[in-house]
């Protein structure tokens, strides 16, 4: 029904490697493809996530939320 993403890479382009996997999707993509689930995605900024925020916008109830670092 929800799920929370931690600390969640912004690309596959950073380790570990998945060999071919950006010819089908990156990780952003792969976020939007919870959707209609409410997705929250914590501890990141939310420029990485400007695309499947604007797809998250085609949904009634904007299914994703992103809960910026807190710095201490």
Do not use: C, G, M
């Not at 071919?20 to 993509?29: A, E, H, K, M, T």
């Amino acid at each position: 029904d929800k799920v929370e993403l931690a600390a969640l890479p912004t690309s596959h382009r950073r380790p570990p490697i998945f060999l071919n996997v950006l010819r089908v999707l990156d990780v952003p993509q792969a976020v939007a493809l919870l959707f209609p689930r409410q997705v929250t995605l914590l501890n990141t900024s939310a420029e990485p996530w400007r695309w499947p925020a604007t797809v998250a916008k085609l949904y009634p109830n904007n299914p994703l939320q992103i809960r910026a670092r807190r710095d201490k």
